[in-house]
């Protein structure tokens, strides 16, 4: 079994608040976890420590089974994580945001591939546009390019949906099925309702949820 | 050995430890002070060449001293924050820095009083009062960078990076400002470096200096301690201490 | 799906591509570039107005009016250090990426440097010429700013770091920065007084290397160290 991503009473503090206590969950090959609760109640923070961003809680991670610090670099670059910036400049191209998100990931890549990946969000056209001429929704489309274009088991995603238009939320649904078909995993927090599936599941935070998995 | 080491961090313990230890730190600063102040004052011979002034030594040697040495116990426990993640270390941090701060302005006003009857001028670029200086900016750069966090553990940890940086620094700014001066006045003559004190003068200011340091760290406890109090106020063993049920 | 291994020589893949991005995103916006040497031509000409035109008075304090301004020029460009990846994200996705991240931070502290440290000093000697400095110690201002500033970058960093968080850090960078500059400039403009002095300039210039040396061991570690805490918000 490919156990993938798990937490142990996990706990974070902030400024003499718990925002949860005692959080158990697991994240498996072929899931979407659905990270759901009200403003504030901590999904953003759970998404950062789960991804490896904030070293601030109590408890363990395990990543395959090894404590999360120990095999923090394995975990990074299995990781694709897009928060609620998007993380695009704005005076580089999409075809050059592209470019350098894949060398981070440690590849050189090819042109082709960043086409393709930009084709597939539906920026046939705005390749060589400079990002600050595209509107939110085109620029948040650049960074859902990525998924296409680098291809890592666990996707941690918070608000992917943000400014983008009613075909686009449908893609990303389809792609998010796509990748657990393939048995990738995804964590995901969205105001937007996801098409039910037998593969999603729910996690609650905050009042009346405190951390219960359904 | 580990199993110590967290219980010294935890703060209840350290509450009822320190509450046992500062007022031995309280009876021997009001001690030493007391002792080494009159007799430095009163009893010890005059400078042959500076005359009564020099007594000033008393007070401006014993805060440089403990301005610098405070420093360097802030970035250490900055550095036992950041690794072992003691929460107490923070604390202790966290007072330090204006307790520092205070000295350091001690130490550069009792050298600036001191300039008066040696160089005829409030303020001299001299090279240890040039290295307070800067000293203090550091420490006024410590204090402001932990003031604008809005999360007290982002604030914790910037401030002991910074301390650390500057701890790295502050020997290299040392030599460099004593380079620089000998440079540029290596006629005038450094009030305190002069080798042969006689045993009456520096008996005192030995006193003085331990004085200063119990001094320091009694109210670093003081201070810790309703630290721990205001930081872990949602805690049980705190409600309890302060009279609310749990 | 398979898990994925870390692709051999990431790590200079990332580095270039990090070196070329910054690179590109400067001379894009060419004002951030010339900024700090304009600021560096104004502060030298407001010197002469506010003390004296007199060329000898201004011979013998050249060399420390020229650090001086240098140092704030680049003071200046720090604040956007990281700023700008700050705002749009990047530098979130910079923190996420499997390679070190002290080595990919150096990669923008070197952009830093090549497009504002360099400059000043290539810059420097002209700004001599109006101060009457005096001849013979030109090339070692040109020397003794583009090594020291690299030094300047690198502390300044550390400081943009830890500030990048903050909405309103720029003073506060500057509190926090310019004491630890004073090493550099000590040695700095005093290299370019040994040059018109005629004495000996490679203590200096050595000296100044080694303080860059110290700089190159610690500063990356305290800048990825402070940008994690700065992401924490």
Not at chain 2, 112 to 126: E, I, K, L, M, S
Not at chain 3, 37 to 65: N, Q, R
């Amino acid at each position: 079994m490919s156990l993938r991503l798990q937490a142990r009473r996990l706990a974070c503090e902030r400024d003499d608040r718990w925002l949860f206590r005692d959080l158990d969950l697991e994240i498996q090959a072929g899931e979407i976890l659905r990270v759901e609760g009200p403003n504030g109640s901590g999904k953003t923070t759970l998404l950062k420590i789960l991804s490896g961003q904030l070293a601030d809680y109590q408890g363990e991670l395990f990543w395959d089974g090894a404590p999360l610090r120990q095999v923090r670099r394995d975990f990074l670059a299995n990781l694709l994580y897009l928060g609620h910036a998007p993380g695009v400049k704005a005076a580089l191209t999409p075809l050059e945001n592209l470019a350098w998100y894949q060398a981070l990931a440690g590849t050189v890549g090819n042109e082709d591939d960043r086409l393709e990946a930009l084709a597939a969000v539906g920026l046939a056209g705005y390749e060589d546009v400079p990002a600050a001429q595209l509107s939110a929704g085109q620029q948040r489309r650049v960074a859902l390019a990525r998924l296409e274009l680098t291809p890592r088991p666990l996707w941690v995603l918070d608000e992917p949906f943000t400014a983008i238009d009613r075909e686009g939320v449908a893609a990303l649904e389809d792609r998010l099925e796509a990748h657990t078909r393939r048995g990738g995993s995804v964590l995901v927090t969205t105001h937007h309702a996801l098409r039910p599936s037998a593969n999603l599941r729910r996690l609650c935070l905050g009042e009346g949820g405190d951390g219960v998995t359904r | 050995m580990w199993a110590f080491i967290h219980k010294l961090g935890s703060p209840k313990w350290f509450y009822a430890i320190s509450e046992r230890l500062m007022p031995w730190f309280w009876v021997a600063a009001v001690a030493l002070i007391l002792i080494g102040g009159v007799w430095g004052l009163a009893f010890a011979p005059a400078d042959y060449q500076q005359g009564n002034s020099f007594r000033i030594i008393y007070v401006h040697v014993p805060a440089a001293f403990l301005a610098q040495s405070i420093f360097v116990a802030m970035a250490a426990a900055g550095f036992v924050f950041m690794v072992w993640k003691i929460k107490l270390a923070d604390m202790a941090a966290a007072v330090m820095a204006p307790l520092g701060a205070g000295m350091t302005f001690v130490a550069l006003f009792s050298g600036a009083v001191w300039g008066v009857p040696t160089w005829g001028t409030w303020w001299q670029w001299d090279a240890r009062l040039t290295s307070m200086l800067i000293l203090f900016f550091l420490y006024v750069g410590v204090i402001a960078l932990r003031g604008a966090f809005a999360s007290r553990d982002s604030a914790s940890r910037a401030a002991s990076v910074l301390a650390m940086v500057g701890v790295i620094n502050i020997p290299i700014i040392k030599y460099s400002v004593e380079w620089w001066y000998t440079l540029h006045q290596p006629a005038t003559f450094s009030v305190t470096s002069r080798p042969a004190m006689p045993m009456e003068m520096w008996l005192p200011l030995l006193l003085m200096v331990l004085g200063f340091y119990s001094f320091f760290i009694a109210v670093t406890l003081m201070r810790t301690r309703s630290e721990i109090l205001r930081r872990e106020s949602s805690k049980r063993w705190v409600r309890e201490l302060v009279g609310e049920g749990p | 799906m398979p898990r994925v291994g870390e692709p051999e020589g990431g790590v200079m893949v990332a580095i270039r591509a990090t070196l070329r991005r910054d690179l590109v995103l400067l001379l894009r916006r060419r004002s951030e570039v010339l900024n700090p040497l304009v600021f560096f031509a104004l502060v030298i000409t407001l010197f002469p107005i506010g003390i004296s035109p007199d060329p000898e008075l201004l011979a013998t304090i050249a060399p420390g009016l020229l650090w001086v301004a240098a140092l704030l020029a680049a003071l200046l460009s720090l604040d956007g250090l990281f700023r700008g990846d700050y705002e749009d994200g990047s530098l979130e996705q910079l923190l996420l990426s499997p390679q070190p991240l002290p080595a990919l931070a150096m990669a923008k502290v070197a952009v830093h440097w090549l497009l504002t440290g360099l400059p000043l000093a290539l810059m420097a000697p002209v700004l001599g010429i109006m101060l009457a400095l005096p001849a013979g110690s030109y090339l070692v201002l040109a020397l003794s700013l583009a090594l020291g500033s690299a030094s300047l970058s690198l502390i300044g960093a550390i400081g943009a770091a830890l500030t990048v968080g903050l909405s309103r850090g720029g003073v506060l960078l500057s509190l926090l920065v310019l004491p630890l500059y004073i090493p550099v400039l000590i040695f700095g403009a005093g290299a370019v007084q040994a040059a018109i002095l005629g004495a000996g300039v490679s203590a200096h210039l050595a000296i100044l290397g080694a303080l860059l040396a110290v700089a190159m061991i610690f500063a990356p570690w305290a800048i990825a160290a402070s940008l994690r805490i700065s992401i924490n918000g």
